[in-house]
């Protein structure tokens, strides 16, 4: 069936580095590909969507890019903060299938 | 307030006895889902439904009933709990009939069932 896997499982940073979480997906009918954060205790919140019309997007400090042939995405944080730590979920989900498929999260720690 | 409330937040219960999770949202969404968070292994989704009386399997349904007689109601069912479905469950919404849009959590129900 379809699958996302995610890495890193853990990773850590100073304050004011780069971060980079990689996913991968199975189902070539992907289409839509969310990244979710999730601070501890609380629910996950979107915070950046690309479709697979684009090749990036950025918002500020955070920024996706989509590879459609090598089926990878990646999340990027640049500038971290310790606000930035939190549990990094991707996600993909297909047109004909109308299910939205997590990984497994990425626990960021940003060391003041 | 826009929202999505799940019912209730805690619960601890015993193997077999029948237990139903409520989910709402005042938000007219389409879409909404059921998902369980378990350490190691991220969200998982049990069952989704696009419209009114239209629900179908997500990736864990095994031990999970849902029903969508109303847009904005989306309970979740157990009907036999098993220590095994001990887990954090989020209820989610989105506008649109699909996965394709941004989902709305709610808080989150923390089950302990033994």
């Known amino acids: 069936g379809e699958n996302v896997e995610q890495h890193p499982s853990t990773l850590s940073v100073q304050e004011g580095d780069s971060a980079v979480i990689k996913c991968t997906y199975s189902?070539?009918?992907?289409?839509?590909f969310p990244w979710y954060k999730q601070e501890l205790g609380k629910r996950p919140q979107l915070i950046i969507d690309?479709?697979?019309?684009?090749g990036e997007k950025k918002d500020q400090r955070i920024a996706v890019t989509l590879n459609k042939t090598a089926k990878h995405f990646s999340l990027h944080i640049t500038e971290t903060q310790p606000e930035d730590s939190a549990v990094y979920f991707c996600?993909?989900?297909?047109?004909?299938?109308?299910?939205?498929?997590f990984g497994t999260g990425t626990r960021l720690q940003v060391f003041p | 307030e826009a929202q999505v409330t799940q019912n209730p937040r805690y619960l601890i219960t015993v193997t077999g006895k029948k237990l139903t999770v409520t989910c709402s949202q005042n938000?007219?969404?389409?879409?909404m889902s059921w998902y369980r968070q378990d350490p190691g292994l991220g969200l998982r989704q049990i069952y989704y439904?696009?419209?009114?009386?239209?629900?179908d399997k997500g990736d864990v349904p095994e031990g999970y009933k849902v029903s969508r007689k109303e847009k904005r109601n989306f309970p979740l069912i157990l009907e036999s709990p098993s220590p095994n479905q001990t887990s954090l469950y989020f209820c989610?919404?989105?506008?649109?009939?699909?996965?394709?849009?941004?989902?709305?959590f709610g808080p989150g129900t923390r089950l302990t069932v033994t």
């Open positions: 938000m007219n969404h389409e879409y």
């Open positions: 189902d070539s009918a992907s289409n839509y």
């Open positions: 690309i479709r697979s019309n684009v």
């Open positions: 439904s696009m419209n009114v009386e239209v629900t």
């Open positions: 996600a993909a989900s297909s047109y004909n299938t109308d299910k939205l498929i």
């Open positions: 989610a919404s989105s506008l649109l009939g699909s996965a394709s849009y941004e989902q709305y």
